[in-house]
DNA sequence: TGAAAGTCAATATC
DNA sequence: GATATTGACTTTCA
């Protein structure tokens, strides 16, 4: 990976950025500004551990990411969203010039941080600098230096292209920092990216809950009924467990009563039908997660064991019937709905798959009598129910075999 | 070696 | 214009 160009000329990528934190030449000036961290220590919310700074201490990022005692990685990204809002700082500016790290992949940073015990070395990377950062008591005022800077050089280039006659889209276009170094002739080469339609998803999705590891026939099947490459699918698969991996990690936080975002009603899992529409390996949602697992004994590690069990119990399933259309049949149809034979696979006692996909309580097939809930507690509700179907579900499997070796827990 | 982690960058959305 | 999403890809890890 690269660390993106340097945005106006000047000595600002992230590890001159880290490196230098304790020595930059830029001068502290009193402007008001919200410090980026009062209080390095932390309070109740803030990223709590002081790190040493690597001008000091010689050392380079990743020995101080070696070295790094446990950070609050929610903690520190709220702090950084709070820091970045207040002094009107972009995601941009920021990861470029302190993280290394693109736009898209702050704002993925920044809104589903990643505990810190369940991160590499590499992903902890990014939090090192946020904590050394937030500790720089000049830090925004660096960054606002770097963002006047930027806009200097932006309106020079301005200037320059409209005495030459050229937009100034144009004169950015040539330059690396908004195109990189390719040439035209290369960007021509450059495949264009594929966007997968509702529908399309939808059956990805049906099939994810079937099985969150298809088989490279699967795969093939999958692909070809719904007209994409193999890779495509396959990368989606990728992408939908890592995604949905990650949405259980702030779920789990909350429920642990973290800082995390559930403490200010901001739960990805919970963002409507966007991200939130996770669905968890096993039929279930994401929603089910890490409050009910946590309630019921059953951790993030059993819960993707249950994956790929889950995997090969669709697999047999799949393909040991005549008189019924395949899952993928069901899949790839629409035609789930009931009276179908399809969309049974994987469900238990609770309905789930389809009617819980929205935010609305109404559109779970849990019964709705009874007191007026808030949609904290029908968020709860629906993950136990959830979780509830998967646990049956299971047990109804297991109960099936007649050896009780091959009972699936 | 396959899956997970991490990231980019195009595109969508606000 | 800034931020969020997501398909694709590379790197890391078990």
Redo the contacts with the bound molecule.
Sequence with gaps: ????PEPSGGRNSAEESVNGLAGDPLASQSSGLKPASEDPSGGESQPGTPLPVPGHSGLSIQEMVAMSPELDTYAITKKVKEV??DN????????ETI??????????????P?PWH?????????FVRMQLWLQDPQSVEKLMHMKRLEKKAYMKRRLSSLSDGHSVDGALAGSDYV??SQSPGQ?QL???????GPE??EALKKAYQQKP?PSPKTIEELASQLN??T?????????????I??ELFIEEIQAAGGVGPGSEGGS?SL?GS???EGDSCDGTESEGTAETRQGLGIGLEDH?GA?KDHDMEAESEAGGSNSSPTQLDCVTSGLSGPGSSCGQAGLGLFSLTEASSSSSASSTNIPASGPVRNPRDNNLRKKKAANLNNIIHRLEKAASKEDPSEWEF
């Design positions: 990976n690269r660390i993106p970045l809002t009107n700082l972009g995601q941009r500016l920021f990861g993280l290394g790290l693109t736009q898209g992949s702050v704002s993925d940073l920044l809104a589903r990643k369940k991160l590499s070395l590499k992903g902890r990377e990014p195109q990189g960007q450059k495949k264009p990216r594929v966007v997968l399309e998803k590891y994409l490459k890779s495509t699918v396959i990368n989606w698969f990728h992408n939908y467990r890592s995604r991996r990650r990805p963002r966007k991200s939130g993707r994956c």
